[in-house]
């Protein structure tokens, strides 16, 4: 499964970015999408996700900075991040949690996650 990120880049310090994520359509249930990053030499860490059920969950860093809305289009999620800072600097993960989907016979198979491949933002002083 390929999960469609989008966004990223390079921007000072104080811009703001616009991250994108979309899903396969035949996965039909999950139970929260979203975000994580990791920095060179640190954890992967959660940046913000939406659960099935429209709660919002952000890092602790990010708040207030960073906002995750579901997007338009199905299983697609946006996070926009506003007064980036240097430390916001990492790859940026997508992330769909518990996913229920129906392979090509049509059956359900419920997985543990997906992950995107990651893109990398940058924040420069």
């Known amino acids: 499964v390929q999960l469609q990120a989008s966004g990223g880049g390079l921007v000072q310090a104080g811009g703001s970015l616009r991250l994108s994520c979309t899903a396969p359509?035949?996965?039909?249930?999950?139970?929260?999408m979203g975000w994580y990053r990791q920095a060179p030499g640190k954890q992967r860490e959660l940046v913000a996700v939406?659960?099935?059920?429209?709660?919002?969950d952000y890092g602790d860093s990010v708040k207030g900075r960073f906002t995750i809305s579901r997007g338009n289009a199905k299983n697609s999620v946006n996070l926009q991040m506003n007064n980036l800072k240097v430390e916001d600097t990492a790859i940026y993960y997508c992330?769909?949690?518990?996913?229920?989907?129906?392979?090509?016979?049509?059956?359900?198979?419920?997985?543990?996650?997906?992950w995107g491949q990651g893109t990398l933002v940058t924040v420069s002083s």
């Open positions: 992330n769909v949690d518990k996913p229920v989907e129906t392979n090509p016979s049509g059956e359900w198979e419920a997985r543990d996650a997906y």
């Open positions: 359509r035949n996965i039909f249930q999950f139970d929260s």
């Open positions: 939406i659960t099935n059920r429209d709660r919002t």
